[in-house]
């Protein structure tokens, strides 16, 4: 009898292992399909051009002036790796956060890649992607059981907007990819409007008293069929700059986002390492 008990237990627990293992190569195949289609998309596409800032609101200019600085070198893509800690809910319990996002200068395009520690033992594994046009947001228990995913059209105009809030983590997108327009607001906001594919969203970019993107907003934008917020991202915050690379960069970030079941997010993390490449080859490969 106990030996029975032993060996069902020693074979659910082998089930499981295997599953799991199964699983994660899946979604390790998912991000990296996704990772080679952006790094083609981009090694074709048209080298952006070098960086200006001309005719711009007076406090876009200002920072793009400071954050970009006088260099004229062409970025293709930027690889950001970071840690930090994420919790689901305005009250939830903070968990441990790592990973790494690739952004496309030139078209926009992202691949943003996490491993969320749940409990020892127990992780989530988080996989958003904007990349030609589609967009989606992947969120599974133990990289194999599906908790939170979206994806098609409804969530292209949030991911889109994800990118242009991103862009203080490498802002010479700003001022190469030609898709980015700028109203004046005051002299500490501007507008801006990003096209991408009959597709533009906009934001409100705040500066602070020392010239440099504080925040990137929008109102989170709900569904005209069900009147439930579209999953995404609606605000990122920025401080703690430093020089990386040939940019100044913001090490610290928050975000607010809506999840696919309407469920709120928030994450805190700090960028431990930025890597800009330029158009070809483009896009280094992700450890």
Not at 59 to 85: D, F
Request: charge should be neutral; include cysteine.
């Amino acid at each position: 009898m106990y030996e029975a008990l032993i060996f069902g237990i020693i074979a659910g627990m082998a089930i499981f292992l295997f599953a799991i293992t199964v699983g994660h190569n899946l979604f390790s195949i998912m991000v990296d399909e996704q990772i080679r289609y952006l790094r083609l998309i981009v090694s074709y596409a048209p080298v952006p051009d070098a960086p200006r800032a001309r005719n711009l609101p007076e406090p876009v200019a200002r920072y793009l002036s400071w954050a970009t600085g006088p260099e004229t070198k062409i970025h293709g893509c930027a690889h950001i790796r970071y840690t930090g800690r994420i919790r689901f809910g305005k009250t939830g319990r903070w968990m441990g956060l790592s990973g790494d996002a690739i952004y496309s200068l030139a078209v926009p395009g992202f691949i943003w890649h996490a491993t969320i520690v749940y409990a020892p033992g127990i992780w989530l594994e988080a996989f958003d992607y904007y990349v030609h046009h589609k967009a989606g947001m992947n969120l599974n228990l133990f990289s194999t059981i599906p908790l939170n995913n979206a994806s098609g059209k409804d969530i292209r105009s949030s991911s889109l907007f994800r990118y242009l809030a991103s862009a203080p983590l490498f802002p010479r997108a700003l001022v190469t990819t030609g898709r980015v327009m700028w109203e004046y607001l005051n002299d500490s906001a501007a507008k801006a409007i990003i096209h991408d594919a009959g597709l533009s969203v906009e934001a409100i970019v705040r500066f602070n008293g020392k010239g440099w993107i504080e925040s990137v907003t929008t109102e989170p934008s709900a569904d005209p069929g069900t009147r439930h917020n579209i999953p995404g991202v609606f605000a990122c915050r920025f401080s703690g700059y430093s020089p990386m690379g040939d940019c100044q960069i913001p090490t610290r970030v928050f975000s607010e986002q809506i999840l696919p079941d309407g469920e709120f997010l928030c994450m805190e993390y700090r960028v431990t390492e930025v890597e800009f490449a330029e158009p070809n080859p483009i896009c280094p490969e992700v450890s």
